[in-house]
């Protein structure tokens, strides 16, 4: 894999200045894909703007204490991805990141209380040994719980241990985001899914897309702050 990445080839997710410099940051491989993450040091750097090079990043990285979903990171090159949780302890700043309204990945400022929850859909399971189950989450997580849960709910978790607090079902009525597709960045309530297919509604019309965009955010109310 190259260790380097042209801005102009960067995803559309991406939320950068495509023409101010040729080269950014490719984040290291992780648990997000390329399209649904942005390196930690260009966080920093261009969206925060805490420093104008990433040599001063780098410093910052080593000296001071940065938080992605309560753990410490020192790797600029380290992937921020969907509804992950940046903390800056010695600023009191808080952030999630999230998809805008146009589906690129931003960083919204929340709360201390609210850096402690992150969402996590569940994209998977497997039943393990003694009746418990293995449940993969969107964001490289597997966690074994005794709750039930099917794939395309959502795991409200507690950081920085990341136990399930509570579990939001994909049904008729639940509040959804949608993650991909045109409608990348909407917020709604789902009103049917049909095999693949999924309807919500949102500012008062009815939306068709892929069942697979949906991800569970609140019952009545969203669970994060989203708009």
Same mark, same amino acid.
């Given at each position: 894999?190259?260790?380097?990445?042209?801005? @102009?080839?960067?995803?559309k997710t991406w939320f950068v200045d495509r023409k101010v410099n040729?080269?950014?940051?490719?984040?290291n491989p992780g648990a997000h894909s390329l399209d649904n993450g942005l390196p930690l040091g260009v966080l920093l750097r261009d969206d925060l703007e805490l420093a104008s090079t990433m040599g001063e990043i780098k410093k910052m990285l080593n000296n001071k204490e940065v938080l992605v979903d309560g753990i410490r990171r020192k790797d600029h090159s380290f992937m921020v991805g969907l509804f992950d949780v940046l903390s800056l302890p010695e600023l009191k700043k808080y952030y999630r990141m999230?998809?805008?309204?146009?589906?690129?990945?931003?960083?919204?400022e929340v709360s201390a209380q609210e850096s402690t929850l992150k969402l996590a859909k569940v994209v998977g399971k497997t039943m393990m040994k003694g009746s418990k189950v293995q449940f993969n989450l969107h964001?490289?997580?597997? @966690?074994l719980s005794d709750g039930k849960a099917n794939v395309g709910d959502t795991f409200v978790l507690t950081l920085p241990k990341a136990s399930v607090k509570k579990i939001l079902p994909l049904k008729n009525g639940a509040k @959804?985001?949608?993650?991909?597709?045109k409608h990348a960045g909407d917020l709604g309530v789902l009103k049917a899914v049909k095999g693949n297919e999924a309807t919500y509604s949102a500012a008062g019309a009815d939306v068709e897309t892929a069942k697979a965009y949906l991800f569970v955010v609140g019952e009545k109310d969203t669970e994060i702050k989203l708009d």
């Open positions: 894999m190259k260790n380097h990445l042209k801005r @102009i080839a960067s995803p040729t080269f950014i940051v490719r984040p999230v998809l805008d309204k146009k589906g690129r990945l931003t960083l919204k964001d490289g997580r597997n @966690i @959804i985001f949608l993650t991909k597709g």
